[in-house]
């Protein structure tokens, strides 16, 4: 066991904006999340289904390292079992296509709850041990890091509006055969650097539906430069990691149906989305490393 468990950790691999395809690297860094609840309608409980997005991140401190999945707590809240789905590894390379299921029980329990913010932790190497006791193969991931993080002043010299990008499962959709996510692109709609409505949190008009809850919000320039404040073209390469997408802003479209001599009009409503997420931003998962380096 004490071997497998040293063998796992080497391949909590990290992001690295400099290999030859990030792009690549980015669509692995994510990991779907099927919630296993149960409702009591009438006496009878019937169970259903939800699905959010997790992510892989490495928590560091004096040369320790815990890698975790992050996800927003309302994507596990009240599971009592939970299925996570991983691609195996072997020969330096990842195996498209030969994917490894588990069902989690207790699958709330396993996960640290943020003690004021929608976020929740889950450590990934007990995880992965459990998968490769049960196949006998590796299971792959690639983690963001504290340094994806952009600092206060690396925030401060973002533009207030900038291209970013949404790695997630809206609605549950992905290549389940190849086990990848949905990337979606978008621009902040408010600034980084400031805190929405004095939280720690941003808006992005981006398309968001259930099942993006959790996915990461992140910056990437590679080759082809990008602009400062200044007005100046910087030429190199640019990535941060830049929040968690939360919620989406909904608004209620109202209407009626026509009346007729027998049945009278009826108002009719629906919650449609327009189009502008809610995010955390991602400084707040450093919150996490006083609950996990005690």
């Given at each position: 066991?004490?071997?497998?468990?040293?063998l796992l950790?080497?391949?909590?691999?990290?992001?690295?904006?400099?290999?030859?395809?990030?792009?690549?690297?980015?669509?692995?860094?994510?990991?779907?999340?099927?919630?296993?609840?149960?409702?009591?309608?009438?006496?009878?409980?019937?169970?259903?289904?939800?699905?959010?997005?997790?992510?892989?991140?490495?928590?560091?401190?004096?040369?320790?390292?815990?890698?975790?999945?992050?996800?927003?707590?309302?994507?596990?809240?009240?599971?009592?079992?939970?299925?996570?789905?991983?691609?195996?590894?072997?020969?330096?390379?990842?195996?498209?296509?030969?994917l490894?299921?588990?069902?989690?029980?207790?699958?709330?329990?396993?996960?640290?709850?943020?003690?004021?913010?929608?976020?929740?932790?889950?450590?990934?190497?007990?995880?992965?041990?459990?998968?490769?006791?049960?196949?006998?193969?590796?299971?792959?991931?690639?983690?963001?890091?504290?340094?994806?993080?952009?600092?206060?002043?690396?925030?401060?010299?973002?533009?207030?509006?900038?291209?970013?990008?949404?790695?997630?499962?809206?609605?549950?959709?992905?290549?389940?055969?190849?086990?990848?996510p949905?990337?979606?692109?978008?621009?902040?709609?408010?600034?980084?650097?400031?805190?929405?409505k004095?939280?720690?949190?941003?808006?992005?008009?981006?398309?968001?539906?259930?099942?993006?809850?959790?996915?990461?919000?992140?910056?990437?320039?590679?080759?082809?430069?990008?602009?400062?404040?200044?007005?100046?073209?910087?030429?190199?390469?640019?990535?941060?990691?830049?929040?968690?997408?939360?919620?989406?802003?909904?608004?209620?479209?109202?209407?009626?149906?026509?009346?007729?001599?027998?049945?009278?009009?009826?108002?009719?409503?629906?919650?449609?989305?327009?189009?502008?997420?809610?995010?955390?931003?991602?400084?707040?998962?450093?919150?996490?490393?006083?609950?996990?380096?005690?």
């Amino acid at each position: 066991m004490k071997k497998s468990i040293l063998l796992l950790i080497t391949l909590c691999v990290v992001l690295d904006i400099f290999a030859q395809d990030v792009s690549e690297q980015l669509i692995n860094t994510t990991i779907e999340i099927v919630g296993v609840k149960d409702s009591i309608v009438k006496g009878k409980t019937f169970t259903y289904y939800s699905t959010g997005t997790g992510f892989y991140f490495n928590f560091c401190k004096n040369g320790d390292t815990i890698p975790v999945i992050v996800t927003n707590h309302h994507v596990i809240k009240n599971c009592h079992s939970g299925y996570l789905r991983f691609k195996s590894y072997s020969n330096g390379k990842i195996n498209y296509g030969d994917l490894m299921k588990i069902k989690v029980e207790k699958f709330e329990s396993r996960w640290i709850k943020h003690p004021n913010e929608d976020l929740a932790i889950m450590p990934l190497i007990p995880l992965k041990n459990e998968v490769y006791n049960i196949f006998k193969k590796i299971p792959y991931s690639i983690s963001f890091s504290e340094t994806d993080i952009p600092s206060d002043s690396a925030a401060n010299e973002l533009l207030a509006i900038e291209n970013i990008f949404m790695i997630g499962y809206p609605k549950g959709l992905s290549d389940d055969i190849n086990d990848l996510p949905i990337v979606r692109k978008g621009i902040t709609a408010t600034p980084v650097f400031k805190d929405f409505k004095g939280d720690k949190r941003f808006l992005l008009d981006i398309a968001i539906y259930p099942g993006s809850s959790g996915s990461p919000i992140c910056i990437l320039n590679i080759g082809g430069g990008y602009a400062d404040k200044r007005g100046n073209t910087i030429m190199g390469n640019r990535f941060y990691l830049l929040g968690i997408a939360v919620e989406s802003n909904n608004y209620i479209a109202k209407g009626a149906t026509t009346a007729n001599d027998s049945i009278p009009s009826l108002e009719v409503k629906t919650e449609l989305p327009y189009g502008v997420a809610i995010a955390i931003k991602s400084n707040r998962l450093f919150d996490f490393k006083k609950i996990l380096f005690k």
